[in-house]
């Protein structure tokens, strides 16, 4: 790297007793400098060309991300209504089985009230009919007997 170089030329160079100073060859620096006015413009593009990579593989991976999460939220909603309608469902089905129940129960005191007025009827209807077949048996018993007459014997 140049700035090694450069630091590699300065430690080279050699110091006076009693003086805070470096003496260097002065061929040697401006030639490495010369390299560094060449070489840092090229590098200053390859760095903008790396943190132009850079944003471009940033921006893909949030729209990747975006993407990813507006699916997770689509696919969430879709299992909430989902959901939501299998409650509802369980919820009419649960309503329908209570209502029917609550029919048969309706239909079944309607049909035992028909069937015990009916009994009522029939019961009252065996009445009155016993009573007129007591009546006539009580009628046949309180004539006088008549003579039985056998149909299969010549007169």
């Given at each position: 790297m140049l700035v090694d170089r450069l630091e590699a030329v300065i430690n080279s160079g050699w110091r006076p007793p009693l003086f805070g100073?470096?003496?260097?060859d002065e061929r040697e620096v401006l030639d490495v400098l010369d390299l560094m006015r060449t070489a840092i413009p090229d590098e200053i593009k390859q760095a903008r060309r790396i943190n132009q990579e850079r944003d471009k593989v940033l921006a893909q991976a949030q729209t990747e991300a975006n993407r990813l999460?507006?699916?997770?939220?689509?696919?969430?909603?879709?299992?909430?209504?989902?959901?939501?309608?299998?409650?509802m469902a369980e919820e009419r089905a649960h309503e329908v089985v209570t209502q029917a129940r609550n029919d048969a129960s309706?239909?079944?005191?309607?049909?035992?009230?028909?069937?015990?007025?009916?009994?009522?009827r029939l019961d009252a209807e065996l009445k009155r009919v016993h009573g007129s077949v007591q009546n006539a048996m009580d009628a046949m018993e309180a004539r006088e007997p008549a003579a039985v007459v056998d149909e299969d014997e010549p007169e």
């Open positions: 100073r470096v003496f260097i999460v507006t699916q997770a939220q689509e696919r969430v909603e879709r299992m909430v209504t989902e959901d939501n309608v299998r409650v309706d239909i079944r005191d309607d049909a035992d009230h028909y069937v015990m007025d009916m009994l009522h």
